[in-house]
């Protein structure tokens, strides 16, 4: 995914090669049926699909852990800069989902059984999709601009940040297509995770830390289990499609273990600091009988909806980390 696959990535299936639906280079046949245009609604309906908005909460959580780590560290919090956080990379993430949108279809991935259409359809053209990547990344630029303007954080810094979360959410499927190759999950594991919390602590406090990169640990883990639970059940399909994934290198088993270990590592991450520092960081831990619920599911090898369900617990976990964080004395929590 470009990103937007953490939640709802495409399904391809495996009885329908993607040659049954075009050819081999991702263009319609010359008999395919064209949907008809739709009234100016149904389009901008269309856009918002392509965005594909259930898996925004994988980029607004890490924005919130890192605006709670702020206000927990210097004791005030700018709500502005919270936004403006919020839109830059809700703008970078949207737009790297168009980018994805793109290069699955013009490589032949997407097809007739996909959950994203959008090309597939022509319901939209794809020119209409890189139009619109290309407005969405120029409105983060902007947002990045004026965040600039009202925070203290050195250009430099910001730069560094912003445009390496730029370039990962476009270079997943795009340009190099870490994603077909094998590295998109450790795209997804450092975007997702220890760069959007360092991004939205930085722009509050005006300086670089490291402890944002150790707190968003857990939540980045619990991310990549939405990936990989997706890539797993798509093996076979992503296979035939050319793709080489992680859940391909190292097989069933092995995909299996690798999820149980994304799943519950955080939660053991909960109870050290539980323990040791302070009990409102307990509050994950209300999540855990999904966990176990998901873990016997994805044994039984039953993955239909499997990556929503890893997703639904992805947004509890992290929306009960940051009251953990927030809910925490001053100075009870080390680096902080």
């Not at 597939?120 to 794809?126: A, C, G, H, K, T």
């Not at 370039?167 to 795209?187: N, R």
């Not at 594991?189 to 670089?208: E, R």
């Not at 690798?258 to 409102?280: D, E, G, Q």
Request: charge should be neutral; aromatic fraction near 10%; charged fraction near 15%.
């Amino acid at each position: 995914m470009g990103p937007g696959e953490l939640v709802q990535k495409i399904s391809i299936n495996a009885e329908s090669p993607r040659g049954s639906e075009r050819n081999d280079s991702g263009v319609a046949p010359a008999g395919a049926e064209r949907v008809p245009p739709g009234t100016w609604r149904q389009k901008c309906a269309a856009y918002v699909l392509a965005l594909r908005p259930w898996s925004f909460s994988a980029s607004l959580t890490p924005v919130a852990l890192g605006s709670a780590l702020a206000y927990r560290a210097e004791g005030a919090l700018d709500p502005g800069l919270l936004v403006g956080s919020a839109v830059t990379v809700l703008a970078v993430h949207g737009a790297g989902n168009l980018v994805n949108t793109y290069y699955d279809f013009s490589k032949g991935i997407d097809h007739k059984k996909s959950d994203d259409r959008t090309l597939v359809d022509q319901i939209l053209e794809p020119q209409d999709v890189v139009r619109f990547g290309v407005f969405l990344y120029t409105v983060g630029c902007i947002c990045a601009a004026g965040l600039y303007t009202v925070s203290t954080l050195k250009l430099e810094h910001l730069a560094l940040i912003y445009f390496g979360g730029l370039s990962s959410s476009f270079l997943y499927t795009g340009g190099i297509g870490f994603k077909y190759v094998a590295l998109g999950d450790v795209v997804i594991l450092i975007t997702f995770g220890p760069l959007a919390v360092m991004f939205a602590h930085a722009v509050q406090v005006g300086y670089l830390s490291v402890s944002p990169l150790l707190y968003a640990i857990p939540l980045a883990l619990s991310t990549e289990a939405i990936l990989h639970s997706n890539n797993t059940r798509d093996m076979e399909s992503d296979r035939q499609a050319g793709i080489v994934t992680l859940a391909i290198l190292i097989g069933p088993a092995f995909s299996y273990i690798l999820y149980t270990v994304l799943l519950f590592l955080p939660y053991l991450i909960f109870c050290v600091l539980a323990t040791r520092y302070t009990i409102s960081m307990a509050l994950p831990l209300l999540t855990i009988p999904m966990a176990f619920s998901l873990e016997r599911q994805f044994r039984s090898q039953s993955f239909n909806k499997i990556p929503q369900r890893t997703a639904k617990l992805n947004l509890l976990l992290g929306l009960f980390y940051v009251f953990g964080i927030t809910l925490a004395p001053a100075g009870a929590l080390p680096k902080l």
